[in-house]
């Protein structure tokens, strides 16, 4: 209080000093991350679909490339990965859906390659929610990387929120065959 009175602020800035400051210059004050946001491995990061109040968040990320699996996105997401230099990465996958909607095991393998890939590094997987297709996704990387079904299926729930599972989901993940393909 004595020192705002002064001009002066904390830290010996002058209210003139911040004043002549750039508004382009000032991180914002808050940021927010996606929602259900979470680094999954090096590099690797997942969330629900960003939005502008994200943004600032996800400059902080210096992501190389988005991997997009709801198949669907927003012009303004488009012109800020372009702004950015982030390379997109469209994976449409439809949800396990009772009775005869399954992921497609071909573009998941495909998406996990991309996120595999070093060279797309810093990465953000993300769905419309960042919950079951992410989640799903994120379990077979899991599988790759040789976790137990105990620790997979507690990660996916955590982000799906406990008793809100899709069986289907589950079923899928513990069937996925990783030794199935090649890999690099």
């Known amino acids: 209080p004595l020192l705002a009175a002064s001009g002066v602020m904390e830290g010996g800035v002058s209210h003139r000093d911040v004043a002549s400051?750039?508004?382009d210059a000032i991180p914002p004050l808050v940021m927010v991350p996606p929602?259900?946001?979470?680094?999954v491995d090096k590099g690797v990061y997942r969330s629900g679909f960003p939005n502008k109040?994200?943004?600032?968040?996800?400059?902080t990320l210096r992501l190389r490339s988005v991997v997009n699996v709801s198949g669907e996105t927003s012009d303004e997401f488009v012109r800020f990965c372009k702004q950015e230099g982030i390379v997109m990465a469209e994976f449409g996958m439809k949800g396990n859906r009772e009775p005869?909607?399954?992921?497609?095991?071909?573009?998941?393998?495909?998406?996990l390659a991309h996120i595999r890939d070093p060279e797309q590094h810093p990465v953000l997987l993300?769905?419309?929610?960042?919950?079951?297709?992410?989640g799903c996704v994120v379990a077979c990387?899991?599988?790759?990387?040789?976790?137990?079904?105990?620790?997979?299926?507690?990660?996916?729930?955590?982000?799906?929120?406990?008793?809100?599972?899709?069986?289907?989901?589950?079923?899928?993940?513990?069937?996925?065959?990783?030794?199935?393909?090649?890999?690099?």
């Open 21 to 23: 400051v750039s508004h």
């Open 100 to 111: 005869f909607v399954s992921i497609d095991t071909k573009v998941l393998r495909a998406a």
């Open 141 to 184: 990387l899991r599988k790759l990387q040789k976790r137990s079904l105990t620790y997979i299926f507690d990660e996916y729930e955590r982000f799906t929120g406990r008793g809100k599972a899709e069986i289907l989901d589950l079923q899928f993940i513990e069937l996925f065959d990783h030794d199935a393909a090649p890999w690099k």
């Open 35 to 39: 929602p259900n946001f979470a680094m």
């Open 126 to 134: 993300h769905c419309s929610k960042g919950k079951h297709r992410t």
């Open 53 to 59: 109040r994200n943004f600032d968040f996800l400059k």
